[in-house]
């Protein structure tokens, strides 16, 4: 999903997860449901969590600073941390190397296209050069 440069992420999550459809190994339909996601502290809301939780899909998003505070000055009624599992949010490192290699396209990293259409498409141009 493509939005205009000035939108959060987190506001189009549910957005592109409904959108997500991969190929299972042999037969049978596709799948809809990841068996994890993986995210930075950009996506540690409770509607995001209680979304996914909706949905049994596992999550690996640290906590914010603030929110850890937040759930520490309530005390008890601040109820436990969020699981956090540091050996599966190592795998996130591949995500972040990606949108590096595609940053070092200076239109992409500054976003001279006007048009929604035009920057995806170079987009896909810088892609098919990383590729080859």
Request: charged share 30%; proline share 5%.
């Given at each position: 999903?493509?939005?205009?440069?000035?939108?959060?992420?987190?506001t189009?999550?549910?957005?592109?997860?409904?959108?997500?459809?991969?190929?299972?190994?042999?037969?049978?339909?596709?799948?809809?449901?990841?068996?994890?996601?993986?995210?930075?502290?950009?996506?540690?809301?409770?509607?995001?969590?209680?979304?996914?939780?909706?949905?049994?899909?596992?999550?690996?998003?640290?906590?914010?600073?603030?929110?850890?505070?937040?759930?520490q000055?309530?005390?008890?009624?601040?109820?436990?941390?969020p699981?956090?599992?540091?050996?599966?949010?190592?795998?996130r490192?591949?995500?972040?190397?990606?949108?590096?290699?595609?940053k070092?396209?200076?239109?992409?990293?500054?976003?001279?296209?006007?048009?929604?259409?035009?920057?995806?498409?170079?987009?896909?141009?810088?892609?098919?050069?990383?590729?080859?």
């Open positions: 999903m493509l939005t205009s440069g000035n939108v959060n992420d987190c189009m999550f549910t957005q592109v997860m409904d959108g997500i459809r991969f190929r299972r190994p042999g037969r049978g339909r596709s799948g809809a449901r990841p068996r994890r996601v993986l995210a930075d502290k950009g996506y540690s809301s409770r509607a995001i969590r209680a979304w996914l939780r909706a949905r049994r899909i596992p999550t690996t998003i640290p906590e914010r600073r603030d929110q850890q505070a937040g759930r000055r309530r005390g008890r009624a601040g109820g436990r941390p699981v956090f599992d540091p050996v599966a949010y190592r795998r490192n591949v995500v972040e190397r990606c949108f590096n290699r595609l070092q396209f200076r239109a992409i990293a500054t976003r001279y296209d006007k048009t929604a259409l035009s920057f995806q498409a170079m987009i896909d141009l810088a892609t098919l050069t990383l590729w080859l």
